[in-house]
């Protein structure tokens, strides 16, 4: 082949073989997070208002909307999740909702990842009727989970001009509590009683049951943090002298690893419970 032949091969099959790339208008954005145990992803694409009018408009009162843009919203639980008295078993769902003017629906439908030409009722997992809150202007329509907790959190929906909160909650309590009774039942070591302990205390349960597992855990390890923990369970049983008397501890094995943190803020219940 000459080298005149060979040029024109090769420019007739850039043409052929060349696309035009455009970026996304909705480009597609993925979340994820963990609520206690359980992990929540979301896949979803984000349209962004760009000077139109989204609400009564772009997307119609009273119309099934894919909740984004391009295909449906998607959501994968990896367990039960609690929406109100409303259980959402553990799977992948298309987030499809209903927009009104005051309140929204929302559905958690099973399988079609398009929108539904008619709807399977068996398909539906979990509807939601969800009232509308006033938000500042979004640009982009935009998906989080908020107000996380060991055992709870929200998801919130939001474009233009409207939002809607789902609060929701999970079962880190049952989880934790069955991990706790099982470990005590073998042999558990110092970080089990320490843990044990903390949850105990952070979740107001029997604090003299804490009190034995902080004294075990730090007769095997002798740690700033499970002195502190110590402390703070001496004070919820209103034994203020060994309250002191931990957190005076905890200090002292704070300054060795150099935390200021925990070291003022042992101080500050040292001066608190000496009043006791």
């Known amino acids: 082949m000459t080298t005149r032949a060979f040029l024109l091969t090769f420019l007739i099959n850039?043409?052929?073989?060349?696309?035009?790339?455009?970026?996304?208008?909705?480009?597609?954005?993925?979340?994820t997070q963990i609520v206690g145990f359980t992990e929540m992803k979301i896949e979803?694409?984000?349209?962004?208002?760009?000077?139109?009018?989204?609400?009564?408009n772009l997307v119609n009162y009273g119309d099934i909307w894919r909740t984004g843009a391009n295909s449906n919203t998607k959501i994968t639980v990896s367990d039960d999740v609690i929406f109100g008295e409303n259980i959402l078993s553990a799977g992948t769902y298309s987030i499809l909702t209903r927009p009104g003017k005051?309140?929204?629906?929302?559905?958690f439908y099973t399988e079609d990842w398009s929108l539904p030409k008619a709807w399977?009722?068996?398909?539906?997992?979990?509807?939601?009727?969800?009232?509308?809150?006033?938000?500042?202007q979004v640009e982009t329509f935009s998906i989080w989970i908020g107000d996380i907790s060991t055992d709870s959190a929200s998801l919130n929906l939001a474009w233009e001009n409207s939002r809607i909160e789902m609060p929701f909650t999970v079962f880190t309590d049952k989880k934790t509590m069955a991990s706790i009774n099982e470990t005590m039942k073998g042999v558990p070591g110092h970080r089990d009683y320490y843990s044990a302990a903390s949850y105990y205390l952070t979740t107001g349960r029997d604090l003299n049951q804490a009190e034995k597992w902080i004294k075990e855990a730090v007769k095997e390890k002798e740690y700033y943090f499970y002195y502190r923990t110590k402390a703070e369970i001496h004070a919820g049983l209103k034994k203020f002298e060994l309250a002191v008397e931990a957190a005076s501890k905890s200090i002292e094995l704070a300054k060795k690893r150099g935390t200021k943190?925990?070291?003022?803020?042992?101080?500050?219940?040292?001066e608190e419970w000496t009043r006791r």
């Not at 850039?14 to 979340?31: I, M, N, W, Y």
């Not at 539906?124 to 509308?132: G, R, Y």
């Open 102 to 107: 005051k309140m929204w629906e929302v559905f």
């Open 120 to 136: 399977e009722p068996e398909k539906i997992a979990l509807k939601l009727n969800i009232p509308e809150k006033k938000a500042n």
């Open 44 to 56: 979803f694409s984000r349209p962004s208002m760009r000077g139109r009018k989204i609400m009564g």
């Open 261 to 270: 943190n925990l070291i003022s803020l042992n101080e500050r219940s040292i």
């Open 14 to 31: 850039s043409v052929v073989f060349s696309q035009v790339k455009t970026p996304a208008l909705s480009p597609k954005s993925e979340l």
